[in-house]
């Protein structure tokens, strides 16, 4: 179980930092170089990203903590912390002062994401793609749902209108309606 724990915070008993959590996306990145590795000497087909096979190989290797649903419901949390660290550090204090928890703190990630992607055509695929840390993981459908409504409100507002922007202007985590 997790705790919402400030950057370079250590969590306390028996609870993880966030900082902890991050770095279990780290260690599925280098498992899947090795399951990569070894496909290539067996001259079999090459995983690209994260995939069964790579959470298979993570338990037979040891690492029974890394598990396909904890990785799974948090890589939009992890990708905030990729995209905007300082934002993510801001969230995470945020959260931490007011004592909200971990579930709190993890719906929280997909606003400013959604804004992130407002800001890039709304392709949310093509940012995790092209995101060095990123482009191993698969784009949660939440966030792609979440991405896709606000994309259609903002034209909807903007029909009618000379700007296409939607008001990101301004900054733009405020306005979202989720």
Wanted: hydrophobic residues 35%; charged residues 25%.
């Amino acid at each position: 179980p997790f705790i919402v724990t400030e950057p370079g915070e250590v969590a306390r008993g028996k609870k993880n930092g966030l900082d902890y959590l991050f770095h279990l996306y780290e260690q599925c990145r280098e498992f899947l170089v090795q399951v990569q590795n070894i496909a290539k000497e067996k001259g079999e087909k090459c995983p690209t990203k994260v995939t069964n096979q790579v959470f298979r190989f993570a338990k037979k290797s040891g690492a029974s903590y890394i598990n396909k649903p904890k990785m799974r419901h948090y890589v939009h949390c992890y990708a905030l912390h990729c995209l905007d660290e300082e934002g993510s550090n801001a969230l995470r204090r945020a959260y931490k002062e007011r004592g909200e928890n971990v579930g709190a703190w993890r719906q929280a990630c997909y606003k400013p994401l959604v804004t992130i992607a407002a800001r890039q055509g709304w392709d949310i695929d093509a940012i995790f793609n092209s995101h060095p840390r990123l482009s191993i993981w698969y784009v949660p459908t939440k966030l792609r749902q979440l991405c896709h409504a606000e994309r259609s409100a903002a034209v909807a507002v903007a029909t009618g209108s000379t700007t296409v922007g939607g008001g990101n202007d301004a900054g733009g985590v405020g306005h979202l309606l989720f």
